[in-house]
């Protein structure tokens, strides 16, 4: 007879990962693998790239699983390694797209365009893209803690401890996050119009 894991707990687990058990990574995996690929797609707006880097999140938070604190939310450790990730996608892409617009102008055709396809421009008419295109323009310590509170339902203490800042602060950001997409928002509508 085999253990039933979706009874264990995430100390549980944890101990059996360690001991080797690999039936506990399936387990975690289950358990936290959609509402990582959510927090990881709504701060980078690729579902694709979103499918990997939730994928590399998970690979790293299994390969350090000998520093996880079991007295605290796996969840929150992992949409931690998440967000890191996010980040340091945010930074590879930045270089990437400054050395894509450094090419000698005769190499200018090896270089996709910076705007939308046609295809995203449809698709881009609805209220959800424009909201998500909107989110996308925040600054990231915005768009993080409005992906967790509002997206991902996380409480303003989970909030606080997952990005390691104040509960004041999350509060602060919060709201500093509407006002910039209320703003954003109103920029897309009026233009729109036009």
Known sequence: MSLDLSFCSDRELVALARAGQQHAYREFLRRYKEPIFRL????????????????EAFVAGFAALGRYDADRPF????????????RDWARRRAVRSFFARALPLESAHDVAGEGPAPDAEAADRTELARVRAAMLRLAPNLREVIVLRRVEDLSQAETAELLQISEKTVE???????????????????????
């Open 75 to 86: 969840q929150t450790w992992i949409a931690r390694i998440a967000l890191n990730k996010c």
């Open 172 to 194: 602060t950001r919060l709201y500093r996050a509407r006002m910039k997409l209320k703003t954003l928002l109103g920029e897309t509508s009026a233009r729109d119009a036009d």
């Open 40 to 55: 990881i797609r709504s701060n980078i707006g690729d579902p694709d790239e979103a499918m990997d880097l939730t994928q």
